[in-house]
């Protein structure tokens, strides 16, 4: 009599699957809670969106679900200093008082260029010290070296994670699934 073999790792295979499809789902509600303010059609997640995303890491920051999705992503791994960054950079770049730029400049160094920073980013000695002497007297640009730099490690390292993680598969997968079923 032949003896039935139970593998087990075809168990965990199937239970790591439903998990998956329950943490996209679970993901995909968090990311329309956190922006259903607007009940607009314009303002839901769409599978069209979702596979836009995987077009340019342009286009998934220019995303708000996107780009949260992005973040959560990295806050998952214990690598959101550079996003925070580049966010941060952006931010910066829009406001007009000097004082406030001083001011602003000076955190910026402080929590994300200097070294040991809580949220050091990894960028060259060089790119640092020029940062070091132009937030002295700051201007819109002082922080564009380290924002291309910080962009271009996201562009190589972290959105290709992020295009081949569980979470945004298993996103892609639910709002196919949504979209047949009508």
Same mark, same amino acid.
């Given at each position: 009599?032949?003896?039935?073999?139970?593998?087990?790792?075809?168990?965990?295979?199937?239970?790591?699957? @439903?998990?998956?499809?329950?943490?996209?789902?679970?993901?995909?509600?968090?990311?329309?809670?956190?922006?259903?303010?607007?009940?607009?059609?314009?303002?839901?997640?769409?599978?069209?969106?979702? %596979? =836009?995303?995987? =077009?340019?890491?342009?286009? !998934?920051?220019?995303?708000?679900?996107?780009?949260?999705?992005?973040?959560?992503?990295?806050?998952?791994?214990?690598?959101?200093?550079?996003?925070?960054?580049?966010?941060?950079?952006?931010?910066? @770049?829009?406001?007009?008082?000097?004082?406030?730029?001083?001011?602003?400049?000076?955190?910026?160094?402080?929590?994300?260029?200097?070294?040991?920073?809580?949220?050091?980013?990894?960028?060259?000695?060089?790119?640092?010290? =020029?940062? @070091?002497?132009?937030?002295?007297?700051?201007?819109?640009?002082?922080?564009?070296?380290? %924002?291309?730099?910080?962009?271009?490690?996201?562009?190589?390292?972290?959105?290709?994670?992020?295009?081949?993680?569980?979470?945004?598969?298993? !996103? !892609?997968?639910?709002?196919?699934?949504?979209?047949?079923?009508?």
């Amino acid at each position: 009599m032949p003896r039935l073999v139970v593998r087990p790792h075809f168990i965990m295979d199937r239970d790591d699957r @439903k998990r998956n499809k329950n943490i996209g789902k679970n993901f995909m509600c968090r990311l329309q809670c956190m922006f259903s303010h607007s009940s607009s059609s314009e303002s839901r997640l769409t599978l069209e969106d979702t %596979q =836009q995303w995987s =077009q340019s890491l342009e286009r !998934l920051l220019d995303s708000k679900y996107g780009l949260a999705a992005f973040r959560n992503f990295l806050k998952s791994e214990y690598s959101d200093e550079n996003i925070e960054f580049w966010l941060t950079c952006e931010d910066y @770049k829009k406001i007009k008082s000097s004082f406030r730029m001083a001011s602003k400049a000076k955190k910026i160094y402080e929590q994300f260029v200097k070294a040991e920073s809580p949220k050091e980013i990894n960028i060259d000695y060089h790119t640092r010290e =020029q940062i @070091k002497r132009s937030v002295k007297s700051p201007t819109v640009h002082c922080f564009d070296d380290a %924002q291309k730099i910080v962009y271009g490690l996201m562009e190589r390292d972290s959105y290709p994670r992020f295009l081949r993680s569980d979470v945004y598969r298993t !996103l !892609l997968e639910n709002l196919s699934a949504d979209a047949t079923k009508g």
